[in-house]
């Protein structure tokens, strides 16, 4: 059975650095990002469906979906957004179920924006949180996405709170300094959650 390690953290808190720490001591990552992008690829069940209700004019010229046009179609209209997150969500908890269970690490790293927000954390048996303070938070992102302080800030208020995320933590990485304390902060982890991972493959199961 797969061990999993949920990470979560604000918008620049530094997931995807953490990420890719922990990929290169050969953990297997899951990116709800990138499996959200997976369900809605050309010949998928999520993008006959929004072809089915929207027409072919979400397409691209080569029929990827126009992702800025369903944006602005579903910022307009509510019941479109339900009715989307309604058709995605079960397709991209059931995708990562999927990656999960093909995992060939002694555990993985399920890294989901939005975790907290979205209760994810029940599908994993850990939940790690990049923590940040908020200005270094917004210097970041705004370094590294050329936007706006007042941009990012109404980003951040439509998040989980700082402490709401923290609430919901059982391990936390604290993001504020360099990057060398975070490998450290890393090393550490990985020594711990391969020790658990061991602990759970040891447990007798019916
Ligand atoms: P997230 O995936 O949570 O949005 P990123 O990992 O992309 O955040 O980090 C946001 C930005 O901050 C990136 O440009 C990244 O290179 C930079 N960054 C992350 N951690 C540090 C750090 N400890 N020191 C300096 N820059 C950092």
């Not at 936390?172 to 602990?199: K, M, P």
């Amino acid at each position: 059975m797969a061990f999993v390690i949920g990470l979560t953290g604000g918008i620049g808190s530094g997931k995807t650095t953490v990420a890719n720490l922990f990929a290169a001591q050969r953990i297997d990552i899951i990116d709800a990002d990138i499996v959200a992008r997976e369900v809605v690829e050309p010949g998928s069940a999520g993008l006959q469906a929004i072809v089915e209700r929207l027409g072919s004019d979400i397409l691209l010229t080569d029929g990827s979906l126009n992702r800025s046009k369903l944006r602005e179609a579903i910022f307009s209209d509510h019941q479109l957004k339900e009715w989307l997150n309604q058709l995605l969500h079960p397709m991209i908890r059931e995708k990562m179920q999927q990656d999960i269970a093909a995992a060939q690490s002694p555990y993985c790293l399920l890294v989901v924006p939005l975790m907290v927000e979205n209760n994810l954390q029940v599908m994993t048996n850990r939940l790690l949180v990049v923590d940040v303070d908020e200005e270094t938070q917004i210097a970041r992102t705004q370094q590294r996405d050329n936007v706006s302080a007042e941009q990012i800030r109404s980003i951040l208020a439509s998040q989980a709170s700082r402490e709401q995320r923290l609430a919901a933590a059982d391990d936390v990485i604290c993001n504020n300094g360099n990057g060398d304390n975070l490998e450290q902060q890393v090393a550490r982890l990985h020594q711990e959650y391969l020790a658990l991972s061991r602990q759970q493959n040891n447990t007798p199961q019916c």
